[in-house]
């Protein structure tokens, strides 16, 4: 039992740090598309705003 319960701890933990990679790479393509001089609608730029603040909340939450 005990081995098992490490077993989930090492796979979640796993499964955490590739999410939080991806998200991290997101929030920074993000972010470059917001500082091109190309300019964005205000509904994209919004868009883009929201997208990546729920990345940032889905990042603060534990995996389901």
Avoid: C, W, Y
Avoid at 5 to 14: G, N, P, Q
Avoid at 31 to 37: G, I, T
């Amino acid at each position: 039992a005990d081995r098992e319960r490490a077993r989930h701890a090492m796979l979640r933990d796993v499964l955490t740090r590739l999410r939080n990679e991806f998200i991290d790479r997101r929030i920074a393509e993000i972010n470059r598309e917001l500082h091109q001089p190309q300019h964005l609608e205000d509904s994209e730029q919004n868009a883009i705003l929201r997208e990546r603040e729920e990345l940032r909340q889905l990042k603060k939450q534990a995996l389901g």
